[in-house]
C-alpha cells in the first residue's frame, strides 16, 4: 500500500515508538511549525496557479469562475518558459492550507472537546447538585429510596444517556457515526471509478430500515439491553455471548487506527502535514471528549460533526459545479465517459454491481448496519419509548441518503473535472483516497477556509465513528465481560472507572496501532476480510434467534463456527486474487491526453490491464455487496442443518419475548402461548427520579 510522501518519511523514524506524553508534545510542536511553514514560505506556484495545470477544453466552463482568469495568465506564463511541471512538483504545489484552514480545523476539534468537558463536569455537576436538593427534602426513608434508584445510574447515563435522549440529535449522530472517514471519500471515488452502479443501493436503505423495525428494533426495545449480545445469552448461552462479544472487541481493536488513519492521508494530501504529527492530537482529543461526556458527548459532538460534514459537501457540490459550467456540464461529461450507468441485468454473483448483488446484497448489506451493530443499536437504546425509535429510524434513512447522495454528487464532479488528465493514472493522487482531496484543493483551494472545512468533514466523519465505537467497547467490556463476572460487588465508582478506563485503554493504543497500519500494507485488507467475514454469520445468528425458535444452543453455535469459516476463507481468497492480480473488476476507462504536466507514462501503460475486461468463476469472485447475504444464509442454513444431529427445542420453552413480533403473532394464534398476551410496548424505562 502506497502512502502519501509526508507519510513516508514518518516511516523512516517510526522504528521506535515514542511514549504518548512525548508523541503528543512532538506531535504539537511540528502541528505549529507547519502551520507556520504554510503560511510563511512561498511555493514554487502561487495557490492560484494550481488550476493552470487543469484548463478546462470547455469555453464557457473556463470563463465561469475568476479562478480560470487567473489560470490564463498562468498558463501563458508557462507557455514562455517552454517547461512543465513535474507530478512531485505540482503535488507540491497543491499543499496550500492557509492559516484560515488551521483555524477551522482547530475549532471544529475545540468544539467537541468543549462539548465532552460540559457534559463530563458542568452538567454532572448541575445534576448531582439538583439531585441533593431532592434529597434534603424528603425524610430518611425518602432519601434512602433515591439513593437506591441512583443505583445503576452510571452506567446508564454514561452508556444511553439516562434513555431520556432526543429524536434528533440521535438521529444526526446514527448518520455521523454511519458514515465513516473511508465511506466519505470512498463513495465519491467509487463513482469515479466504476460509475453510478453503486448510488443504486441508496434505494436499499428503506428496505433494511424496514426490516430494521419490524423485525430486529421490537425485540431490543423491550428487552431494553445496552449490549447487543447479552440477548445471546438469554437466548442461547453464556458463551454464545462471550463469542459475539469477542468478536466485536477484535474488529474494533483493528478497526480504531484505520478510521483514523485514511483521513490522516487526506490531511497530509492537502497540508502536507505528517500523519504521525496529525493522528496522536485528533485521537486524544476523540478519547478525551469520548471519557469524559460518554454517550451525550458523542451524540452531541456527532450533532456539530454532522453539519460540518453537509456544509462541506454543499461547498464541493455548488463550488466545483459552477467552476465545470453548470450541471449540463458535469452530466455530459459522466455521460459521454460510460459513468452514468445502471446496475446489470444479471443473476451471476461474480458481477460487481448486478441487480442481485445491489438490491438484494445491497439490502442485506445496510440491515446489519441498522439492525445487529453494537454502535447503532446502543443510540436507538438511548431514546425513551419505542415511539421515538421509530421518529429517529425515519430521520436517520432520510439524513443518511441525503449524505450518501451528497458523496455520489461529489463523485460526478470529480470525473468531470479530470475526465481528460485521470490524477490516478498519472500518479497526480497516489491513491484512490487522495483523490477527492485533490479535487477540494483545485475546487475549493482559492476560497481560504474552504480546504479546512473539507478536513473537518473527513475527521468529523472518522472522529464519529472512532468515539461511538470507544463508547461502544466500554459497554461491551462492562456488560459483557466485567460485570458478569464481579456482579454487585461492582459500586457505582468501579462501574465509573471501569468505564472510562476502556475509552482511555482502546483509544490510546489507537495512536499506536496506526504505525502497525502503515507498515503493513495488508491490514486494510485483512480489516475489509475480518469485517465480511462478521457481519454477515452475526446477523445470521441473530436471525436464528428472532425468527426460529427451534434452533438449539449448540446447533446455532456449530452453525456460526462453520460460517465464520467460510467466508473468511470466501474473504480472504478474494483478497489474495486481488492482491496478486489473477482477478479483478474492471474499471471504466480514463484519459490523460490533455494533461498538461509531467508525468511517467510507463505508470500510465502499466494501468491499462486494470481495464481490460474480467470475468471470474469461483466463488471467492464474487461482488463484495453480496458477502453479508452469504454470510447470513450460510449461518442460517448450517444452524438449522445442525438440528439434525443435536435435535429441536420445544418453541415453548423460549421466552416470547427474545422473538421478533411476527412469530409472537404466529405462536399466539396457533396457541403455542395460550396465556400470554402480545406485548406491543416496551417495558417501562429506567429513569433518573432526580431529573
Request: glycine share 8%; aromatic share 10%; charged share 15%.
Amino acid at each position: 500500500m502506497s502512502t502519501a510522501s509526508g507519510a513516508t518519511k514518518a516511516m523512516e523514524g517510526a522504528s521506535t515508538m515514542p511514549t504518548t506524553p512525548t508523541l503528543v508534545t512532538k506531535a504539537f510542536v511540528k502541528t505549529v511549525e507547519a502551520i507556520i511553514s504554510s503560511t510563511t514560505s512561498s511555493t514554487s506556484l502561487p495557490s492560484s496557479s494550481s488550476t493552470t495545470v487543469f484548463p478546462s477544453t470547455d469555453s464557457s466552463s473556463s470563463s465561469s469562475s475568476s479562478a480560470a482568469t487567473a489560470a490564463a495568465s498562468s498558463t501563458s506564463t508557462l507557455g514562455a518558459s517552454g517547461e512543465k511541471l513535474s507530478v512531485k512538483d505540482l503535488s507540491q504545489a497543491l499543499q496550500h492550507f492557509g492559516i484560515v484552514d488551521y483555524l477551522v480545523f482547530v475549532a471544529m476539534l475545540a468544539i467537541c472537546a468543549i462539548i465532552g468537558f460540559y457534559f463530563g463536569f458542568i452538567e454532572k455537576k448541575q445534576k448531582k447538585k439538583k439531585s441533593k436538593l431532592v434529597s434534603n427534602g424528603k425524610d430518611g426513608a425518602g432519601a434512602a429510596g433515591i439513593e437506591e434508584q441512583r443505583r445503576g445510574s452510571e452506567a446508564l447515563d454514561y452508556l444511553v444517556g439516562g434513555r431520556k435522549m432526543k429524536v434528533f440529535p440521535v438521529a444526526l449522530s446514527l448518520v455521523a457515526s454511519f458514515v465513516s472517514g473511508i465511506s466519505l471519500l470512498g463513495t465519491s471515488t467509487e463513482i469515479y471509478v466504476y460509475g453510478t452502479q453503486y448510488a443504486f443501493i441508496l434505494v436499499t436503505l428503506a428496505f433494511s430500515g424496514a426490516i430494521s423495525w419490524y423485525i430486529f428494533l421490537p425485540v431490543f426495545c423491550n428487552l431494553q439491553l445496552t449490549s447487543t449480545y447479552e440477548y445471546f445469552e438469554r437466548r442461547f448461552s453464556r458463551r454464545m455471548r462471550l463469542f459475539g462479544a469477542s468478536l466485536f472487541v477484535l474488529k474494533a481493536i483493528i478497526w480504531l487506527p484505520i478510521a483514523v488513519y485514511v483521513p490522516a492521508l487526506s490531511f497530509n494530501q492537502v497540508s502536507g502535514v505528517d500523519i504521525h504529527t496529525i493522528t496522536p492530537i485528533v485521537i486524544i482529543i476523540c478519547t478525551f471528549y469520548t471519557c469524559v461526556g460518554g454517550l451525550k458527548g458523542v451524540v452531541y459532538t456527532d450533532v456539530v460533526q454532522s453539519v460540518i460534514m453537509y456544509g462541506s459537501l454543499i461547498a464541493i457540490m455548488i463550488k466545483g459545479t459552477i467552476d465545470l459550467g453548470g450541471f449540463g456540464v458535469v452530466w455530459q461529461r459522466n455521460l459521454d465517459g460510460g459513468r452514468i450507468n445502471a446496475p446489470e441485468w444479471s443473476l451471476d454473483p461474480t458481477v460487481r454491481m448486478s441487480v442481485l448483488s445491489v438490491f438484494l446484497g445491497g439490502t442485506f448489506f445496510k440491515l446489519q448496519s441498522t439492525s445487529i451493530n453494537q454502535t447503532i443499536i446502543q443510540r436507538f437504546m438511548s431514546l425513551p419509548s419505542i415511539k421515538h425509535v421509530k421518529q429517529t429510524l425515519f430521520i436517520f434513512t432520510i439524513g443518511i441518503t441525503l449524505l450518501y447522495a451528497g458523496c455520489v454528487y461529489v463523485g460526478l464532479v470529480c470525473y468531470a473535472t479530470y475526465y481528460d488528465c485521470d490524477p490516478m493514472s498519472t500518479g497526480l493522487a497516489g491513491r484512490r483516497d487522495q483523490l477527492v482531496p485533490l479535487l477540494v484543493m483545485r475546487v475549493l483551494g482559492v476560497i481560504p477556509g474552504l480546504p479546512g472545512l473539507f478536513v473537518s468533514a473527513v475527521f468529523s466523519a472518522a472522529l464519529s465513528s472512532l468515539s461511538t465505537l470507544l463508547n461502544s467497547l466500554a459497554a461491551v467490556i462492562l456488560e459483557d465481560f466485567v460485570r458478569p463476572r464481579l456482579g454487585k460487588a461492582m459500586t457505582e465508582r468501579h462501574v465509573a472507572m471501569t468505564m472510562r478506563l476502556v475509552v482511555v485503554i482502546f483509544g490510546t493504543s489507537s495512536i499506536f496501532m496506526v504505525y502497525v497500519v502503515e507498515k503493513l500494507g495488508m491490514v486494510l485488507q485483512l480489516s475489509a476480510t475480518l469485517q465480511s467475514s462478521l457481519y454477515g454469520p452475526m446477523l445470521g445468528i441473530f436471525a436464528v434467534g428472532m425468527l426460529m425458535p427451534w434452533v438449539t444452543e449448540k446447533s446455532v453455535f456449530v452453525g456460526s463456527i462453520l460460517s465464520f469459516a467460510t467466508m473468511a476463507w470466501i474473504a480472504v481468497n478474494a483478497q489474495i486474487a486481488n492482491v496478486s492480480g489473477s482477478f479483478r473488476h474492471t474499471k471504466l476507462p480514463v484519459s490523460v491526453e490533455q494533461c498538461e504536466y509531467e508525468f511517467d507514462m510507463n505508470r500510465y501503460l502499466n494501468s491499462t490491464a486494470e481495464y481490460e475486461p474480467h470475468s471470474g468463476t469461483s466463488v471467492y469472485h464474487m461482488s463484495f455487496l453480496l458477502y453479508t447475504l452469504s454470510g447470513a444464509l450460510l449461518a442460517i442454513v448450517f444452524s438449522n442443518l445442525a438440528t439434525l444431529i443435536f435435535g429441536r427445542q420445544d418453541v415453548t420453552a423460549v421466552d416470547e419475548e427474545l422473538l421478533a413480533p411476527i412469530v409472537q403473532r404466529y405462536l399466539r394464534r396457533n396457541k403455542y402461548y395460550d396465556s400470554i398476551e402480545l406485548k406491543k410496548q416496551p417495558k417501562p424505562l429506567v429513569v433518573e427520579s432526580s431529573d
